[in-house]
Structures are given as structure tokens and as C-alpha cells.
RNA sequence: GGCCCCGUAGCUCAGCUGGAUAGAGCAACUGCCUUCUAAGCAGUAGGUCGUACGUUCGAAUCGUACCGGGGUCGCCA
């Protein structure tokens, strides 16, 4: 058990003595929760809680007071050398050096960490970029963050099926196949003619139009296979880039395939029985000319009653569905597979049909168990030079995530999109990425692991598992070693957190920390040999080595859920 | 105007979802390579956590209002 678990524990089972003693009410209790943590100064032991001053209302007592008490108990443990209580309340534990060498053996041991979650049964939906084009930066920190959430998820024992919604029908289709058969017939038959203003700009279309009269020029026109055959091709680019950023999705859903008529049917039944969507006339939109604004009569979802400004449109006066009335429909069929938990991960730019959508799906299902959530990614500006780089999308002229990626690699995006919150912007800047020094914290955590293996291999032993169970780890007494310690019990609890708030970013800083205290630890012996890892000592060179190679496998198993490379030697 | 997000050191950001004297990196200054990888380490300096109230033993964290920045608000995609 690590330290966390034991003394929470430890300490709940006092308080349920203390409580017992005293009479009062348990329910009391359950709202509230303590923290045990790593204490950032040595003058506060190894570990404090907060305890007493969580619970001091509860028992009527000042947190002092308390503290006092359950110091009595706590100070009975054996694993404990002593604890005291400090100013406003906190009780701080310093633990025998023989403890931390226990939990360095735990650690050792364990194969497959029992996260305690209840099994899940997750569809993540991310990526989705439409097919008219090739993906940008935005779109590539939503597949990063899609990605190692789902990696994540797994992680902790749950079942995540990887998706990808394809946007194959509607308007915009039909506006990419115009885009591609208005170059087909320039090239055909050589003439210049201007882009017309309702079509798709940019080189990657035209370039597309080239190779099917290269490859075959016998596509057929303004039909549905030609369509299905653009689509193909991009999509086979769109997962190629993908597939260079390591992500594969489990599964491809065609909206086409999605949205037949029985379908739309029965859902419009549904929507009128629960009385949510009506035949209707929409108020005109805010930013809308008077003079522009034609009243017509079409299918809406009744938004006002969740909250929404006014009701929004399912089906376009022209019959064809809005996007709104397919994704209901393809969110109907994910629950239809009967998953726990609905997960998506969509740009900021979608943040006003996050409200819509979760209240026409919780409306139609009300019987359903289930958890649908939206995880929105913020902008991502591309910076060079400390300028940021215009995009246009509008121009078609934009950086693609295909040249970013032959620009700073694999490694330095996937790290970068995911260590920072999705709710903040991030400034990338290409500059910074392409330095191999601490300012990259992929370069940093790399080199820390690469420290590690230099020095085992340097070393000459060979640590395999058998020898190490024997190995009396009781020379490992350093300050630092001790935090290098307490900061790898973390590691489980680190990931905990990251799946259960969807926070992927709570490992590339934890990342980022231990190979901080791993460099520093290193360091100390620049300044005295003695300190080194490798020393005369044969006892005090092997327990440092375990450390070293503890510290390199959990690097390495976080450099693998996020899906980064962890290079032997740099 | 409505809704949402952000505001922490000169710059880029952490802050474990209410705890102790708010932490890193960069930039600046000072030390450390006859040395297990100096792509590194150690140190100095740098703050009214946007502002103001409020909640309580205790607020960067929670609430309200305001200020500043961004996003979004069509049958667009």
C-alpha cells in the first residue's frame, strides 16, 4: 500500500474511533475529506494532513485540539517516528527511513496497479475533422488530447473504443465536390478561370483534382460514388497525419451511413411525443439583417425550455438535416451500444451547441443510465519569432499540422498539446521546441530518462527482479532521495486524477517534476563524490541504482500512455 | 447585448479541486566540467495572485459585481 492509502486509513479509522467515543452523528462526515501530502518543506515532516482542521467543527473542538487527539493514536504506529502538530492545525509525520524503503519495494513489485474504478465501458469521440481538407494545429491538439485521454482511461482498467465522426453528407460536400470538378474541367480542358466565391480555396483541393487525372480520369461526375472517392481520398490523408501523430481510431462513423430516412423519421417522431421540437418559424438572429431575414416555416428544437437563447433549427427549409439533428442521431446510436460514458472532445469554436445537444440527448433518454461529457480545446496560436502566425482558412492558405509535425516531430506536439489545460490557449512557439535545452520539457524529461539508463548500463550490474527482492535498501537516507521516493508513490495517484477530472496535463507536469528532483539528485553528486550514484560502496551503489531504475520505469511508463518516445541514450 | 473561458514574477506557465512564508522554466546576475551524459546542477533577485466586496478558523482556489483579453451567438461548418 502507498504511503496516501496507509495513513488515509490510518487516520479514518481514528476518527472513527474518536467519533464513536463521542456520539456524533457519522452522515456528518461524508461530505467532507481530508488531504495527505507530500510536505514541501523538511521542517513539516514527510507527509501532513490536513485533517483536524477538516473535522475540528465536527467534534466542536479547535483544530489544535483535535489534532491533539488523533496525534495521541497516530503516534501508537509503528511505521511512524514521530508526528507533530503545527500553528493553524496541521499534524506532520515523519516516518522511519525503513518505511520509504518499503514503499520503494512495493513499488518494485507491482505489475498491474489496481486503480479501484469501477470498469467503464467509454466511447471517445475526437478528431472529426471534416473531410474537405487537410488538419490544421487546432485539430491536432484535440486528436493529442483525445488520444492520451483515452490512453488514460485505459490505464485505470477502463474499456475506451477510440471514435472518429465523419462528416461525409451535406452542404459541404456537395461544395467540395463542386470545388473538385470546377479544377477537374479547368485542367481538362485548360482553361483560367477565377475560384468562384462559394467554393473551397487552397492548393491541397487542386492538388487533389491533378492526381485523379493523373491516377484516372474516369470518375464519374455529380453523383454519389464521386463524392464517396473524394471523401476516401482525403480522409486517407487526414489519416495519415494521424497516423504519423500515433492515433488510430477503433472505429470511422460515416454520417451518410448514419442518417437514413427511417431514422430521421423515428427521431422527429420522438422529439414531437416529448413535445422538444415543432414545425415552427425562428425569431431572426441578433446579427442578422431585418431586410435579409426571411421567416419560413421549418423543424426546431425547442432550446428556449434548456436555457438557449432561441430555438434551433433541425431541418433546413430545404429538407436536408442540420448538423444538430444528425449528431443527435449518431449520439442516439453511441447509446444504442450501451456505453457508460459519452466522451467528447470538440474546438471551443462548438462551445454554444454543447448545451444544445446534451439536453436533446439527456431529454430523449431519460430512463438511460449513462454519462455524456464534452471536453472543449482552446486555441492553439502558432508563434514564430514572437509573432503569431496568420491563418486564414478562408484563403485556404494555412499552416497544416503536416508541416508542423516535420518541424518540431511527433515528440514536442503530442507533449505540447496535452500539457496545458484544454480550457487555456496555447502560444506555440517553434522557436522554443526546437532548442535541446531545459526550455523544452520534452528534451528535459528524455534526458533525465536517458540519464537513468546511461548510468545502470555504466554500472555494470545487472538488476533483475530476484536479486532486487533481496537487496537491503536501508543506505538510501539522502534528503533527496527520500523525495525521489515519495514522488514516485505519487505516480498512481497522479494518473487517478488525470482520468478522473480528464486532465491529461497532471502527468507532463508530474513528468516534469520527477525529472527535476532526478537531475538535482544527480547533481549532488557533481558537488561531492560521495553523493554519487555509482560510489566504492558496493551496498550504497546497488540501492541507489534500484532508485535510478524505479525513477527510469516510471518514466518510461508515462512516456508510453502519452505515447512519446523514451530514447536509451541521447 | 446574452452565454462561456482566461487574467498568478518582465515573459511562458504550475498550484494536487479551501490550507502553512504562492512555486517552476526563460530572461538577468553569481558559482560548478582532470567528474556516473554540463542537453545538467547549485545560488541571488523578482509578487497587492486583474479590482472590490462577501462566505470562514483560513481564499490564488468558493460566491457576487466590475475591469481587461479571447471565443461564440443562422437553416454557417
Not at 487546432?138 to 462528416?167: M, P, Q, W
Request: charged share 30%.
Amino acid at each position: 500500500m502507498f504511503f496516501q492509502e496507509f495513513l488515509k486509513e490510518k487516520l479514518t479509522a481514528i476518527l472513527e474511533k474518536l467519533i464513536s467515543k463521542k456520539n456524533i452523528d457519522l452522515l456528518k462526515q461524508n461530505d467532507l475529506k481530508f488531504n495527505v501530502e507530500i510536505s514541501q518543506k523538511k521542517e513539516f515532516g514527510d507527509v501532513s494532513t490536513n485533517i483536524a482542521m477538516v473535522y475540528s467543527k465536527v467534534f466542536d473542538l479547535s483544530p489544535i485540539e483535535l489534532a491533539e487527539q488523533i496525534n495521541n493514536e497516530l503516534e501508537k504506529t509503528n511505521e511512524i517516528e514521530k508526528s507533530e502538530i503545527l500553528k493553524p492545525g496541521f499534524i506532520n509525520i515523519f516516518f522511519f527511513d525503513k518505511f520509504w524503503h518499503d514503499q520503494l519495494f512495493f513499488l518494485m513489485g507491482i505489475s498491474n496497479y489496481e486503480y479501484g474504478f469501477k470498469k467503464k465501458n467509454i466511447c471517445l469521440e475526437y478528431v472529426s475533422a471534416n473531410p474537405t481538407g487537410l488538419m490544421h494545429i487546432g485539430h491536432a491538439r484535440g486528436a493529442v488530447f483525445g488520444d492520451t485521454l483515452a490512453s488514460i482511461l485505459e490505464e485505470v482498467g477502463y474499456e475506451v473504443n477510440r471514435e472518429y465522426y465523419i462528416n461525409d453528407a451535406g452542404e459541404q460536400i456537395n461544395k467540395l465536390e463542386r470545388t473538385i470538378s470546377f479544377y477537374l474541367e479547368q485542367e481538362n480542358n485548360n482553361k483560367k478561370k477565377e475560384l468562384p466565391d462559394d467554393l473551397y480555396p487552397g492548393s491541397y483541393l487542386k492538388d487533389i483534382s491533378k492526381n485523379i487525372l493523373k491516377t484516372n480520369n474516369e470518375y464519374p461526375k455529380n453523383n454519389e460514388e464521386f463524392k464517396d472517392k473524394i471523401v476516401e481520398i482525403i480522409m486517407k490523408d487526414i489519416k495519415k497525419d494521424l497516423k504519423k501523430l500515433k492515433i488510430n481510431h477503433d472505429s470511422y462513423i460515416s454520417e451518410k451511413m448514419i442518417a437514413t430516412k427511417d431514422r430521421v423519421e423515428r427521431l422527429k417522431k420522438r422529439l414531437i411525443d416529448l413535445n422538444i421540437a415543432y414545425y415552427g418559424y425562428q425569431e431572426k438572429p441578433k446579427n442578422v439583417d431585418a431586410n435579409k431575414w426571411e421567416k419560413k416555416k421549418h423543424f426546431l428544437f425547442s432550446s428556449k425550455k434548456f436555457g438557449d437563447d432561441s430555438d434551433r433549427a433541425l431541418i433546413k427549409t430545404n429538407n436536408e438535416l442540420t448538423y444538430f439533428m444528425s449528431d443527435i442521431i449518431y449520439h442516439q446510436e453511441k447509446l444504442e451500444k450501451k456505453y457508460d460514458l459519452l466522451i467528447n472532445i470538440w474546438g471551443v469554436d462548438h462551445f454554444g451547441y454543447v448545451k444544445r445537444l446534451k439536453s436533446a440527448i439527456y431529454a430523449i433518454n431519460p430512463s438511460k443510465k449513462f454519462d455524456f461529457e464534452i471536453k472543449l480545446t482552446s486555441l492553439v496560436n502558432l508563434m514564430k519569432n514572437n509573432e503569431k502566425i496568420k491563418m486564414s482558412k478562408r484563403s485556404g492558405n494555412y499552416v497544416t499540422l503536416r508541416d508542423v509535425m516535420n518541424e518540431v516531430g511527433t515528440d514536442v506536439l503530442r507533449f505540447m498539446m496535452i500539457s496545458r489545460n484544454c480550457d487555456k490557449k496555447i502560444d506555440f512557439d517553434f522557436e522554443i521546441f526546437l532548442q535541446k535545452n531545459k526550455d523544452n520539457p520534452v528534451f528535459y524529461v528524455q534526458y533525465a530518462y536517458a540519464r537513468c539508463r546511461s548510468i545502470l548500463k555504466t554500472s555494470g550490474y545487472d538488476l533483475d527482479k530476484k536479486k532486487l527482492k533481496d537487496l537491503d535498501l536501508s543506505y538510501l537516507i539522502l534528503d533527496d532521495e527520500k523525495l525521489l521516493i515519495k514522488n514516485l508513490c505519487n505516480f498512481y495517484s497522479v494518473v487517478k486524477n488525470a482520468a478522473l477530472f480528464l486532465e491529461p496535463h497532471r502527468i507532463t507536469n508530474y513528468l516534469y517534476d520527477l525529472s527535476k528532483i532526478f537531475h538535482s539528485y544527480w547533481g549532488l553528486g557533481n558537488q561531492n563524490k560521495t553523493m554519487r550514484i555509482i560510489v566504492d560502496d558496493k551496498n550504497i551503489t546497488l540501492s541507489r541504482l534500484v532508485l535510478v531504475k524505479i525513477v527510469s520505469d516510471i518514466i518510461k511508463k508515462s512516456l508510453k500512455i502519452l505515447k512519446i518516445n523514451c530514447p536509451e541514450s541521447m
